[in-house]
């Protein structure tokens, strides 16, 4: 029986460097066993033994025959692995008359023999020829046939008995392999085309082929062989079988190794992507129905989301810098939000805390994180000047994706399918992923606005998202265990020992648009629109010492989302000041760009000298139009009023309005200037989506029908 080991020693040979060399003598000295080699011309050489039994160096050239690495055949495991529970029973019978006849036991051992066990006419003591014949007559075979059977076991075991299963018989039919290429070039031009017929292919083919052969030169297949063909082919290159979509998908798929960046702590790696979502959702502002877009924040190391931002149709680069913000400074919690899913307010989790009862309060939507480098892909909104300037000047590395490959942020695509899958699909107004998974009009259902659907996606993530645990979220250690991401955010902080936070509440600012205008006597005109505040008293006749791209500008921070106030650093004290916009008080709401641009389309169509005052009292107007005659038009007058802009910036003394005295004297408060100001309720009554309510009994003032007539 051929043996897999070999001996070294005096006289054992070796392949070192591509020589044949021979062991003269073996010694042990106190730096380790070494050995001394001579190759054919003489020469010695001394080596320790470990290089010469584990270095690539060297490789041992057996005296004797034995298995090898490279021996013809599979190994055990393959051959027996392709056998059936028949086929294995069959191979186990034979084994086990096998050793019946070599050993005079069934199972090879005296140790482990049967009750019956020896049988006589298999004694030990018995002549192996006569051994032979007595299980030849029990069989009833040749006995060449168990010969091979035992030559076989001797060598393999019980995988040489198994039978032999060569590989798949090819096809009876030739086809010449300039017509396979020839096709398989064909379907991958179509890659990024939508999906051609199978017989489209073969006639693209066959023209091909004669093209640059020839006529009669390559021989063509049948038609029902092309098709066989084109199957096999649909292996190497998908085509026919699956969606255009998924083909193109599998087409970009990258060659070799696939490459992974591994994150090792909470923080290292900021994922940030945007998603039409799959439902229709109501524009507070322009009353249509309009597909949201989601941009969400997600740490990789603990898949907690830490930004959630919906915009209407696209997002824009001050809604990236807005999810950005959330990681630095989360938004508030809800209400009504169960204890579990709200984070204290510095952003430890509960588990961690030795006091409980300390971290009572609103809390947090989610952990504040500073992240170390953002992965994002190559959309304008994420490589945009804004962005890439913030992150220079805070110290975050910008890390972008592959084009095209979205598996370089497999797990922010992860969480919209999942999103899709747990939350969208039950929400009305659901539309599906693509056109086939449309219903007849989804759009007739959808009735939530802009930011009641923020809500409830943010505080889904917080209460389920959370806190369930994922198939990918394990610790080598403990390789069964599954953890949810606020277990892995507390298994990230206890392994890193820290967390990263930031270090100044007002760098909300630096994630505004900055807008470049000049100090006027009445303020700073934006679009058409005038701001105005104390803070420019002492620049209003000063040079501008920024050399902008406006001459004698100054920079202001300007938010989109609440283009009633704009922000001012004075360069004296380097603090933030607010300037209003001179008809903000006409507005009891932030009011966005979009909007007021909606606004003067209106007043334009109605009047025919309109202004920005009367093209907002319009809009306002219209919005208020029979709002507050029934529960549900005061339920949207409601949300509308508690309507939030994109970034939360720092509360500063000028945006404390009720503290001035006109304002004071107005809502009748006789209270001093340095005593605080008794702070007035009003009570508004909450009404729900499940508070009862009959839409179709409100009339011919149906906000919505007015609504979508005057669209």
């Not at 198994?162 to 086809?175: D, M, N």
């Not at 902080?493 to 936070?501: D, F, K, T």
């Not at 270090?503 to 205008?517: G, S």
Request: aromatic share 8%.
């Amino acid at each position: 029986m051929s043996r897999a080991g070999a001996r070294v020693g005096v006289g054992a040979r070796f392949r070192y460097d591509g020589e044949t060399v021979e062991v003269v003598e073996m010694a042990a000295t106190t730096a380790g066993n070494e050995v001394v080699l001579k190759d054919t011309r003489g020469r010695l050489l001394r080596l320790s033994l470990k290089e010469l039994l584990f270095s690539d160096r060297a490789a041992i050239s057996p005296d004797g025959p034995g298995p090898s690495a490279d021996d013809e055949g599979e190994i055990a495991s393959v051959v027996l692995g392709q056998l059936d529970e028949v086929e294995k029973r069959k191979v186990l019978d034979r084994a086990e008359h096998v050793r019946e006849v070599l050993t005079g036991y069934r199972s090879g051992s005296p140790e482990l023999a049967r009750d019956d066990e020896p049988r006589p006419e298999y004694s030990p003591e018995r002549p192996l020829e006569a051994r032979y014949a007595a299980k030849i007559a029990e069989l009833g075979m040749g006995l060449r046939t168990l010969k091979r059977w035992i030559a076989e076991f001797r060598e393999h075991g019980e995988a040489g008995l198994a039978p032999r299963k060569g590989p798949a018989r090819k096809s009876e039919v030739t086809v010449d392999d300039r017509w396979v290429e020839t096709a398989l070039e064909v379907m991958v031009e179509h890659t990024g085309e939508s999906k051609p017929s199978r017989t489209m292919v073969i006639e693209r083919t066959r023209a091909r082929v004669i093209a640059r052969f020839g006529p009669d030169v390559v021989k063509l297949p049948s038609r029902a062989t092309a098709f066989r063909l084109l199957e096999g082919l649909e292996r190497r290159h998908p085509l026919f079988r699956l969606s255009a979509k998924r083909n193109r998908d599998i087409a970009d798929r990258p060659e070799g190794v696939y490459g992974k960046l591994r994150p090792t702590r909470p923080g290292e790696y900021l994922l940030m992507d945007s998603t039409r979502l799959d439902v229709f959702a109501f524009d507070p502002f322009t009353l249509r129905w309009v597909q949201a877009e989601l941009s969400v924040g997600m740490d990789w190391y603990t898949r907690c989301v830490t930004g959630i931002r919906i915009t209407p149709v696209s997002t824009k680069a001050v809604d990236v810098s807005a999810v950005l913000f959330q990681s630095f400074r989360p938004r508030r919690a809800g209400r009504d939000w169960p204890r579990h899913a709200v984070w204290p307010e510095h952003g430890i989790p509960r588990a961690v805390l030795v006091d409980v009862d300390a971290a009572e309060g609103p809390g947090l939507a989610s952990p504040p994180l500073v992240p170390e480098t953002l992965v994002v892909d190559h959309g304008k909104v994420y490589v945009s000047e804004h962005l890439t300037s913030v992150c220079r000047w805070m110290g975050i590395s910008i890390q972008p994706a592959r084009l095209r490959t979205g598996r370089d942020k497999g797990p922010v695509e992860r969480f919209f399918r999942t999103l899709r899958e747990d939350l969208l699909q039950v929400l009305p107004g659901y539309k599906g992923p693509d056109i086939h998974s449309r219903g007849e009009s989804p759009e007739d259902d959808a009735f939530f606005f802009l930011d009641e659907l923020e809500t409830i996606i943010r505080e889904w993530t917080a209460t389920v998202y959370h806190r369930r645990s994922h198939t990918s979220l394990v610790d080598p250690g403990l390789p069964g265990l599954r953890m949810s991401p606020a277990a892995m955010f507390e298994h990230g902080m206890a392994r890193a020992g820290y967390i990263e936070v930031p270090r100044d509440p007002d760098l909300a600012f630096e994630f505004l648009k900055t807008e470049w205008r000049t100090i006027q006597h009445y303020g700073v005109e934006i679009g058409r629109r005038r701001y105005n505040g104390p803070a420019l008293n002492a620049y209003r006749t000063t040079k501008s010492p920024y050399e902008g791209p406006v001459k004698n500008g100054w920079p202001f921070q300007v938010d989109p989302d609440d283009i009633t106030r704009i922000y001012f650093r004075d360069p004296a004290d380097r603090g933030w000041h607010p300037l209003l916009w001179e008809h903000a008080p006409s507005a009891s709401m932030p009011l966005s760009e979009d909007a007021l641009v909606f606004a003067r389309k209106l007043a334009a169509a109605k009047y025919r000298y309109p202004d920005d005052r009367l093209a907002v009292a319009d809009l306002l107007e219209r919005w208020n139009l029979g709002l507050g005659t029934t529960l549900a038009e005061r339920r949207m007058a409601l949300r509308l009023s508690r309507e939030q802009a994109a970034i939360e910036v720092p509360q500063t003394e000028e945006e404390t309005v009720v503290s001035l005295p006109s304002v004071r004297k107005a809502l009748g408060q006789n209270a001093e200037p340095d005593e605080p100001a008794e702070e007035v309720l009003v009570e508004v009554p909450e009404v729900g989506d499940d508070d009862e309510v009959d839409l179709e009994d409100l009339g011919d003032e149906d906000f919505y029908a007015d609504a979508l007539e005057d669209v």
